[in-house]
């Protein structure tokens, strides 16, 4: 099955600044990359994601990079607000089931 | 968007207490319902895969005599946690994904359900 690892576990930023995380996968067969925030003891929210059939994807102060090649895929957070704060988690998806990474826990220091 | 609402947000109960938990998609037919436990600070844990009008698959490791699932209709996916024990506290969230190939359609999360159970 598909195996997902997410990097870094904890990143902690200056307001303003990038905050990057990236995530790889093993299945060749998975076509579709969402990224989820999930503030504290809520549900995880769909804020971007990205099909195998592009390659970069903008939403705002946030964008999502996929290389098929090497299997791997980033989400780039630029001008961080301490309202960023949260945990982020990425996953992969076959046609027939979603494979989540382990979480970021992302931390905006006013 | 797409609304999956999950009942209850919070449950308490007893040891040897058996807790339903619905999940329903509020404006989408949802061919496809996960469910999911949470534990603190850690990642979302698949549990099983509920497709309507059939049983579900379960992960491995995760007991179906324990943890039933049952989607009967399009917009409503019910597990019960069946003589929980403490052991069986955590954070259950469920999820939905619209008809279409599952790998193309982002799933929507209910609000969770936080189980205790003393």
């Known amino acids: 099955g598909e195996n997902v690892e997410q990097h ?3 990143l902690s930023v200056q307001e303003g600044d990038s905050a990057v995380i990236k995530c790889t996968y093993s299945d060749s067969a998975s076509n ?8 504290l003891g809520k549900r995880p929210q769909l804020i971007i ?12 102060r946030i964008a999502v990079t996929l290389n098929k090649t090497a299997k791997h895929f980033s989400l780039h957070i630029t001008e961080t ?27 905006v220091i006013p | 968007g797409a609304v999956v609402s999950q009942h209850p947000s919070w449950v308490i109960c007893k040891s040897g207490t058996s807790v339903k938990i ?3 998609s509020l404006d989408f037919q949802a061919t496809t319902m996960f469910w999911y436990r949470q534990f603190p600070k850690q990642s979302l844990m698949l549990m099983a895969t509920s497709n309507e009008g059939s049983k579900a698959t379960y992960e491995q490791g995760v007991e179906k005599d324990k943890f039933l699932i049952n989607h009967a209709s399009l917009t409503l996916s019910t597990l019960t946690v069946t003589s929980a024990h403490p052991e ?8 939905a994904t619209a008809r279409g190939l ?10 969770g ?6």
């Not at chain 1, 994601?49 to 705002?60: A, F, L, T, Y």
């Not at chain 2, 069986?88 to 999820?95: E, L, T």
């Open chain 2, 22 to 24: 619905e999940c329903r």
């Open chain 2, 102 to 111: 599952i790998g193309m359609q982002p799933q929507h999360f209910g609000d």
């Open chain 1, 32 to 39: 579709y990359f969402p990224w989820y925030k999930q503030e």
């Open chain 2, 88 to 95: 069986d506290s955590s954070f259950y969230i469920c999820s």
């Open chain 1, 81 to 107: 607000q301490p309202e960023d704060s949260a945990v982020y988690f990425c996953a992969a998806s076959p046609p027939s089931q979603f494979y989540f990474g382990t979480g970021t826990s992302l931390t």
């Open chain 1, 8 to 10: 870094p576990s904890t």
């Open chain 1, 49 to 60: 994601d990205i099909r195998s059939n592009v390659g970069e994807k903008k939403d705002q």
């Open chain 2, 113 to 118: 359900t936080r189980l205790s159970i003393l």
